[in-house]
């Protein structure tokens, strides 16, 4: 459970997730995956810790916690259970997402930051939508006026703690003069017109409960509202640090997942043997190559993840951040899976069996490769940021966009 072999590059958030805390939701985490429901009892720790409020401001009574100890208490949760770190990262992004805003808005959003904090309040995010090609800035819900508000149908998937959560964090689309504008708001899970699918049932990652949401004529209220930009803008400095946010403390989850491994391999290493060799495998020159191998990336990783949220805390602007970030979750996603999986085969046909914690590990890191920004659109905003181009999230397949961008440059002299 420590933060053993390389805790110098993370700060100390044990008054976030205590040992106590942390060993109680290890123990239910092998039965949350089998159910493929998130486990009752860890997130009812977690509440009982005041962990909901982590990232809240202390003016608001929440944690204060920033960016990096968000990140490093993230990667400690995932050591003990991934799928549970997944899904209350959805949660954490969103507030993460909302103290951008707050900081840079100063506006009435510190109301709810300072309920969830108070009440202990999950939030669910209901960002992912069918066909929405993994945008950021869009969204495929557009909204209808409404007195006081809007009326919104249509379905979220997957959304993780979604028949758990108190409230739901999601985005839509709504008139906005010639165009549309994007806004972010919250609804409580028990608003009229919203109901929850029990949908989940996937190769891993299934104590994350990513269910799905279904919206029929909900009635969005104009204060459950926080942000509002066009649709399609990703100039919006509140964006951009909530896709800083979300990137980097998604990566610290699955490289805690990736120090779950290490450490159930050195459990194993330790134990087993070659019959003839007549020393126990952790004692192999040739192992030591296999896991160096790994832990080489995975050490890289920790420290670009901790330096990049140390940059944003220090008052870095967010879309100076924002490549390196992307290429953090990129690399993470090539990294992590291809680690556990070398892990798994050096220890040998055992790891493949559900008796060692390593094979549900593996399940649980192919999921990396389905977060947005996905790999098409961050590779795309990556090579045209390095090419001087003009560079979007938004997957912009024949350059339609860019060659207009690239247009009204030439307009413009």
């Known amino acids: 459970m420590d933060m053993h072999p390389y805790g110098a590059v993370w700060p100390d958030v044990t008054r976030f997730l205590p040992d106590p805390v942390l060993a109680g939701i290890a123990g ?135 028949g758990e959560a108190d409230l739901v964090s999601f985005q839509m689309e709504v008139p906005a003069g010639d165009g549309r504008d994007v806004v972010v708001a919250l609804l409580p899970t028990g608003a009229p017109g919203l109901s929850v699918r029990r949908s989940w049932d996937a190769l891993g990652m299934r104590g994350s409960g990513s269910d799905t949401v279904v919206f029929t004529d909900c009635h969005v209220p104009e204060e459950l509202v926080f942000y509002r930009a066009p649709a399609g803008d990703e100039q919006d400095d509140v964006l951009a640090a909530g896709v800083v946010w979300f990137s980097l403390t998604a990566s610290a989850c699955y490289l805690g997942l990736a120090r779950a491994a290490v450490a159930a391999a050195r459990d194993l290493l330790g134990r087993g043997s070659v019959h003839h060799l007549g020393v126990p495998r952790a004692h192999l020159p040739s192992v030591h190559d296999v896991v160096g191998a790994q832990v080489a990336p995975l050490l890289t990783l920790e420290a670009a993840c901790a330096h990049l949220a140390g940059q944003l805390d220090a008052g870095a602007a967010p879309h100076a951040v924002l490549p390196a970030c992307l290429a953090v979750k990129q690399q993470t996603m090539d990294v992590v899976p291809a680690a556990v999986g070398a892990l798994a085969e050096v220890c040998g046909g055992v790891a493949y069996g559900r008796s060692t914690p390593l094979e549900r590990l593996w399940r649980d890191a192919q999921a990396v490769r389905f977060h947005p920004p996905t790999r098409l659109p961050t590779l795309q905003y990556l090579g045209r940021d390095a090419l001087g181009l003009p560079a979007y999230l938004d997957l912009d397949e024949h350059a339609p966009r860019l060659a207009g961008d690239l247009a009204g440059t030439d307009e413009r002299g």
């Open 28 to 162: 239910g985490a092998q039965e949350a995956d089998r159910a493929g429901r998130p486990p009752a009892a860890g997130l009812a720790l977690l509440r009982d810790a005041d962990w909901p409020g982590m990232p809240v401001p202390a003016d608001f009574h929440g944690g204060g916690a920033t960016l990096l100890e968000c990140c490093a208490a993230q990667l400690r949760l995932a050591t003990a259970d991934p799928a549970l770190a997944i899904a209350v990262n959805m949660h954490l992004f969103s507030v993460g997402l909302m103290v951008e805003h707050w900081r840079r808005r100063a506006d009435v959003s510190w109301l709810l930051l300072e309920a969830i904090a108070e009440q202990r309040r999950l939030l669910a995010s209901a960002f992912a939508e069918p066909n929405l090609g993994g945008s950021v800035s869009r969204s495929t819900f557009v909204a209808r006026p409404a007195p006081k508000g809007w009326l919104v149908s249509g379905t979220k998937r997957p959304c993780s703690l979604a």
